[in-house]
T-cell receptor
Framework: AQRVTQPEKLLSVFKGAPVELKCNYSYSGSPELFWYVQYSRQRLQLLLRHISRESIKGFTADLNKGETSFHLKKPFAQEEDSAMYYCALRHGSARQLTFGSGTQLTVLP | SAVISQKPSRDICQRGTSLTIQCQVDSQVTMMFWYRQQPGQSLTLIATANQGSEATYESGFVIDKFPISRPNLTFSTLTVSNMSPEDSSIYLC?????????????FGPGTRLTVL
């Protein structure tokens, strides 16, 4: 069965510092990996997906199949990055997502 | 993209009663899902709402407890039946749409349910 693990429930960094939110997955096939973000009082929204290899709001994530990881990184955190971040996996022909437990990021001034 | 609305946005219910949550999408979509987010927990898929046929439930969820309707391609309901305090959660509707040439899941604002 597929599984997504986010080991950090809470993460605090200072503004301007680098940030990395960890995500590990277990799945025997070729997964699609996503990062979703939920800002305070807003709905859950897609931040980025691994297949597009894009940088959104300065965030990037690289799929490492050897380490089965999809860590989210940003070189210089901003206060507006404070939010809940979820790593998610879509597997095989299924269209639904399996979510990690989420990491609450707080960027301190 | 797809814009999703849910009703009600929140409710406080008594044990043993039932609540029906509505999900409305501004465009026709094939795939529609219902998730639950218990306090302090991540999102867990309850079921996939299929238009014109019975919903497909995930392990641990049954139709008697969470009946789902999908009468057309823009609307679905989830009922939480015979509620207990353990059903207190946020219930989210999501749909699959296309954004920037990729399939993407869009989420509704959620329905916050408290069962006393």
């Amino acid at each position: 069965a597929q599984r997504v693990t986010q080991p950090e429930k809470l993460l605090s960094v200072f503004k301007g510092a680098p940030v990395e939110l960890k995500c590990n997955y277990s799945y025997s096939g070729s997964p699609e990996l996503f990062w979703y973000v939920q800002y305070s009082r807003q709905r859950l929204q897609l931040l980025l997906r691994h297949i597009s290899r894009e940088s959104i709001k300065g965030f990037t994530a690289d799929l490492n199949k050897g380490e089965t990881s999809f860590h989210l990184k940003k070189p210089f955190a901003q206060e507006e990055d404070s939010a809940m971040y979820y790593c998610a996996l879509r597997h095989g022909s299924a269209r639904q997502l399996t979510f990690g437990s989420g990491t609450q990021l707080t960027v301190l001034p | 993209s797809a814009v999703i609305s849910q009703k009600p946005s929140r409710d406080i219910c008594q044990r043993g009663t039932s609540l029906t949550i509505q999900c409305q999408v501004d465009s026709q979509v094939t795939m529609m899902f219902w998730y639950r987010q218990q306090p302090g927990q991540s999102l867990t898929l309850i079921a996939t709402a299929n238009q014109g046929s019975e919903a497909t439930y995930e392990s641990g969820f049954v139709i008697d407890k969470f009946p789902i309707s999908r009468p057309n391609l823009t609307f679905s309901t989830l009922t939480v039946s015979n509620m207990s305090p353990e059903d207190s959660s946020i219930y989210l509707c999501s749909v699959e749409g296309v954004s920037s040439s990729y399939n993407e899941q869009f989420f509704g604002p959620g329905t916050r349910l408290t069962v006393l």
